[in-house]
């Protein structure tokens, strides 16, 4: 990880205030007390395997929301809802094929992110064209908006495409945008670019990939050649102050397992920005991508799908995480 030059920088910020601990959680790959000796019990790493219990499950919308030991999904009181809340976000990525586009906007509370489907490399095309495209209007109509006025995802998601596919642009695109309008995040995906919504340190939502099978993500592309815009997963969440949302490629989520992602908690509670965080994750991502061995929320899902198959490891692809601190201005 320490050789990426993308997150370099954040490195060398959060390094005198890293405990081992943390190192080990992140694995930062450098750690102040000497590694243990082959055999020897690793404590830092006992250590955080205390302080790190399985994450409790989510609560569909239809659970009981008193069980112990459950998260409630969404709920917000009424002090909550009056908050005038804010969007602080930043972003790492680490290209493969650079096919990944993202954008953001704080004062109009918007992020996106998109991922150019790799198969029309194969046949000759321009991979990125579409994802790029889709990237470019969405943020451009944005910036036309009058300040304060709320953003639908959708309906900017839709824009973008049709002005996308006008364009002619080649190729096919995952595609996410997601909007903060007073308490209330709104969402419209379609594919596998995904997002998590952590408060407290536990994952409360987790979009869930929209797949025609395994590995063959929806998508976005020219009439006749992709998914309908229609089929796009649009929703909402209430969110508070201190809530942090993750969005990314599968290149995040197709290596990274969400029990991992919820060690966001750690440098947060360290002070770490959203930069900060953002470089960590993607980090952890490219480091996973590039192991032959270790299991993969990829290589995981690939056992279930042909259980013969012996395949480990992680999937090397492009990275793109954008992190969002959510905070109260009022």
């Known amino acids: 990880m320490e050789k990426l030059e993308q997150i370099k920088q954040t490195l060398s910020e959060i390094d005198h205030r890293t405990p081992d601990a943390l190192r080990v959680a992140f694995r930062l790959g450098y750690r102040v007390s000497p ?48 908050k005038v809340l804010r969007m602080e976000w930043a972003s790492c990525y680490l290209p493969d094929h650079d096919e990944d586009a993202h954008f953001g906007h704080d004062e109009a509370g918007v992020v996106g992110v998109v991922d150019g489907v790799g198969g029309y490399r194969d046949l000759g095309e321009d991979a990125a064209a579409f994802s790029r495209g889709l990237m470019a209007s969405a943020f451009m109509h944005v910036l036309a908006i009058e300040p304060g ?24 695109s995952t595609a996410v945008i997601l909007s903060l309008a007073g308490a209330t995040l709104k969402w419209a995906y379609i594919g596998d670019s995904a997002f998590a919504v952590l408060r407290g340190g536990n994952i409360v939502h987790r979009s869930r990939a929209q797949q025609s099978y395994f590995n063959c993500p929806f998508q976005l592309s020219s009439p006749g050649e992709g998914d309908s815009i229609a089929e796009a997963n649009v929703g909402e969440i209430a969110v508070r102050d201190g809530d ?29 920005s959203p930069k900060n965080m953002a470089d960590v994750v993607a980090g952890i991502a490219y480091e996973m991508s590039r192991s032959p061995t270790k299991d ?6 690939g056992h279930k799908q042909a259980p013969g198959d012996r395949f480990h490891g992680g999937k090397p692809d492009d990275i793109t995480v954008v992190v969002t601190f959510i905070s109260d201005l009022s």
């Open 244 to 272: 942090v949302v993750v969005v990314g490629t599968d290149g995040l989520f197709d290596n990274v397992f969400d029990a991992e992602l919820e060690r966001v908690r750690m440098g947060t509670a360290q002070g770490y």
């Open 35 to 82: 590694a243990p000796a082959p055999g020897e019990e690793d404590r830092v790493a006992s250590l955080v395997a205390s302080v790190l219990p399985p994450p409790p499950p989510l609560v569909s919308e239809d659970a009981d929301a008193n069980k112990p030991g459950q998260v409630p999904l969404a709920s917000t009181s009424e002090d909550d809802a009056a």
């Open 149 to 172: 006025t709320p953003v639908c995802p959708y309906a900017l998601l839709e824009r973008a495409y049709d002005e996308t596919v006008a364009s002619t642009a080649s190729g096919a």
């Open 296 to 301: 993969s929320p990829f290589s995981t899902e």
